[in-house]
């Protein structure tokens, strides 16, 4: 893991770099992934890392868990039964507000 990992890296400057990222892979998964790629109208790279991108998405978001106790699980329902999403501002902000990694 580096460290820029761990420091908050500043928007722009995220954006304006890129930085190389290889790998090795064998003949038949190469033909596979352009195959797939030529279907979708995009080219290797570009497939790749979207399909990268999907996947940790997938990833940070199952590592989300709550937990509650039965009582609280109980009131938690109360509570979103009494005040729907679309009378709940707060709620509202928050499904709108972008993902951490858009």
Do not use: H
Request: aromatic fraction near 6%.
């Amino acid at each position: 893991m580096t460290s820029s990992l761990l420091r908050a890296p500043d928007a722009a400057t995220e954006k304006a770099k890129s930085v190389p990222l290889n790998m090795r892979v064998d003949f038949k998964k190469r033909d596979l992934i352009d195959v797939a790629a030529a279907i979708s109208g995009s080219d290797r790279t570009s497939f790749i890392l979207d399909a990268a991108c999907k996947k940790a998405e997938e990833v940070i978001l199952d590592q989300r868990l709550f937990v509650l106790a039965d009582d609280d699980f109980d009131a938690f329902e109360q509570a979103l039964q009494k005040n729907p999403v679309r009378s709940n501002k707060c709620v509202q902000k928050l499904l709108n507000r972008p993902s951490r990694w858009s």
